[in-house]
């Protein structure tokens, strides 16, 4: 199976952008469904967003709609989530994580392959 590994994450004032990126190394990316998520201190990890195998589809959070973009790489074995318009509660530790299935699932036990994530802050 894949391995992931999250970079790009970072300190950002409000208002401000970031881009991360999850890199796949082993397996046969193009036949995952991939997803980040999100945990901020003291509280569950959280479902953002996530593609399907072809990237013809995506699935956003509500709280992320119209600010975030997640994107695909299959060439690259890459995803990408570009964040806008960085908000405070937008600080956590961001996570990709990978599942065979075709469905875009929001439930963390759904994934079988986690990243170890990448901090990212945003100060106000």
């Known amino acids: 199976q894949v391995q992931l590994v999250e970079s790009g994450g970072g300190l950002v004032e409000a208002g401000g952008s970031l881009r991360l990126a999850c890199a796949a190394s082993?397996?046969?990316?193009?036949?995952?469904?991939m997803s980040w998520f999100r945990q901020a201190p003291g509280k569950d990890r959280d479902f953002v967003v996530g593609?399907?195998?072809?990237?013809?589809?995506?699935r956003y959070a509500d709280s992320v709609k119209g600010r975030f973009i997640m994107s695909r790489d299959n060439a690259k074995k890459t995803v990408y989530l570009q964040m806008h318009s960085l908000k405070s509660a937008d600080t956590a530790v961001y996570h990709c994580?990978?599942?065979?299935?075709?469905?875009?699932?929001?439930?963390?036990?759904?994934?079988?392959?986690w990243g170890q994530g990448t901090p990212v802050t945003v100060s106000s």
């Open positions: 994580a990978a599942r065979t299935g075709l469905q875009i699932m929001e439930t963390e036990n759904e994934y079988t392959v």
């Open positions: 593609i399907s195998y072809s990237g013809g589809r995506t």
């Open positions: 082993g397996g046969t990316f193009s036949g995952y469904t």
